[in-house]
């Protein structure tokens, strides 16, 4: 049996082509259109965008589960119903389009049932959004099943040097779902922005978690439960995918599996831990393959499962690795060179290493105390070709000594970083003393460059960092700033921590050049 990628199918449903690499044509009911886009995928690593502007974070909300379930979603979908309504009825206009004819004469007759059988408290939830906004039930329906069928995202999973471990995310939607000529933006992204929204989970006056949502949509696929882990769902293409569990639980009352994020937020309300979320997200039966991507509190908490409707696989941070990249595609096989957002990201991962390094050598260059005695200066200035002045002081003599072994003595691969590189005959080693003066110095800079959970000075991994939160957030965001990982579907990009609870979202628009998706 022939399968197909997401993004073929979709190109062939709606008869969208790349004539050339940088030009776009779009067919739509005849009215046939080409726009030159002007762009190719990489661009190179971007280094500067973070940290955001402030005017992009997106609006706040609480949602009450103490409340009704017909009356949590009031307050916010009241806030935000013009908006909803113009992205729900384009939404339904498309899908059409997307599916095709039949597929969608099926959706529309069986959207009631379809409605009336999903779990609780989700339906009276979707209804009293229907009321609230005074859109149908079987528009809500659709609107809140819409990513189980398609969408694109990517998450990365980063540990420091010192344990901690971080979580970014993309969510990209609205494939070939509407081009917009004069902005060079799929419509249903620009749609959805405005939508965004960061959540706070309430129950008896305590958070119990955070998350990032679309208005009226009441599943979670992005999250993070403070002191227990962080959360995000990216889209799993497959043959056996979300249309073939949707037919199942319509055609044949399959109602024994789990809508994917209706079970995520299950696991934010009742996992305690993050080996609790792992185990519940790799055994619960889902409608639709999906990719999980977890992180924790503790050293090497990061992992992404691959799920199949029925099984699953799992990779996680271990110790020859830091971090971890999910897109749509199986971390096993390489990626379409039509949509190949993996690679840029771990070249930036493995390039922005450096910088977190750079950062690291910094923080040491401060807390290396005086060296007032001028015979310790003298030793150390026998380290070969090290470039210095006589009127340096024996501090600043000694920190462009580090410098000079950090930048000669290291190997830049992250694997080998913190060991002596082969270039170590490179320095003197005439007198013992002198050598063991230098080799102490390059064992307590090596913790700067060497793997968390090896590296630190406490057996729970909690030592010096490279860079704290901040660095590990700039290096985030930068690679999911990069182009193509940051794209023209990207509708915002989140930063997690579960250790703290930080759950940080800001709203994406890339700007020309940039890929479509």
């Known amino acids: 049996m022939l399968r197909l990628s997401a993004v073929t199918t979709a190109l062939l449903l ?19 259109f080409t726009s030159k886009v002007n762009v190719k995928p990489f661009y190179g690593c971007e280094t ?10 997106v609006p706040h909300y609480t949602i009450n589960l103490d409340l009704q379930p017909e009356q949590r979603w009031q307050q916010l979908v009241s806030d935000n119903k013009k908006q909803l309504l113009q992205l729900v009825g384009y939404v339904f206009n498309l899908t059409e389009e997307l599916v095709g004819h039949e597929v969608f004469s099926f959706l529309l007759r ?3 049932k379809l409605g009336s059988s999903l779990p609780e ?30 969408a694109f995202c990517t998450s990365i999973v980063v540990q420091d040097n010192a344990g901690r471990v971080y ?132 050293p090497r908490q990061g992992c992404v499962i691959t799920r199949y409707r029925d099984g699953y696989d799992t990779v996680s941070l271990n110790s020859s690795s830091w971090f971890l990249v999910q897109t749509n595609y199986d971390h096993w096989k390489q990626p379409p060179i039509y949509d190949d957002r993996r690679t840029p990201a771990v070249t930036c991962l493995n390039k922005g290493r450096h910088l977190l390094l750079a950062d690291a050598t910094d923080r040491y260059k401060r807390s290396i105390p005086t060296f007032g005695d001028n015979n310790n200066t003298r030793n150390m200035q026998h380290v070969n070709s090290v470039p210095s002045s006589r009127t340096d002081t024996g501090l600043q003599r000694k920190i462009k000594i580090l410098a000079y072994l950090k930048n000669n003595y290291f190997s830049t691969d992250y694997e080998n970083s913190g060991k002596i590189s082969a270039h170590h005959n490179n320095y003197e080693k005439s007198a013992s003393d002198k050598k063991h003066h230098l080799q102490s110095e390059v064992e307590t800079m090596s913790r700067y460059f060497y793997d968390g959970t090896k590296g630190s000075s406490s057996s729970t991994g909690r030592g010096d ?9 700039s290096l985030l965001y930068n690679v999911l ?11 915002y990009t989140s930063l997690m921590s579960a250790e703290d609870g930080t759950l940080k979202t800001w709203l994406r628009v890339c700007q020309d050049p940039c890929w479509p998706w």
């Open 14 to 32: 709606c008869g969208c082509t790349f004539v050339q690499p940088n030009v776009f044509t779009h067919n739509r009911g005849g009215d046939s």
């Open 48 to 57: 500067a965008a973070y940290p955001p502007n402030n005017s992009d974070a």
């Open 110 to 112: 069986n959207l009631g």
């Open 121 to 150: 408290p989700y339906q009276q939830e979707m209804q009293g959004i229907a009321s609230a906004s005074g859109l149908s039930m079987a528009e809500v329906t659709l609107y809140n099943i819409f990513y189980e069928l398609i």
């Open 167 to 298: 979580h970014g995310r993309n969510l990209d939607f609205g494939i070939f779902m509407g081009w917009n000529r004069s902005s060079h933006e799929w419509s249903v992204a620009e749609l959805l922005r405005p939508l965004v929204v960061d959540l706070t989970w309430s129950s008896g006056g305590e958070t119990l978690y955070s998350s990032v949502n679309y208005v009226g949509y009441v599943g979670v696929i992005t999250a993070v439960k403070k002191g227990a882990f962080s959360f995000s769902l990216d889209q799993r293409f497959s043959w056996n995918g979300g249309f073939v569990g949707l037919l199942e639980w319509i055609l044949f009352d399959d109602h024994q599996q789990s809508w994917v994020a209706f079970l995520s937020r299950d696991v934010m309300e009742h996992a305690g831990s993050y080996e609790e979320a792992k185990q519940m997200l790799s055994s619960t039966r889902l409608i639709a393959p999906v990719y999980f991507i977890l992180a924790g509190t503790q």
């Open 465 to 473: 960092s490279s860079g704290g939160p901040e660095a590990s957030y």
């Open 481 to 491: 700033s990069t182009r193509p990982v940051l794209n023209k579907l990207t509708t």
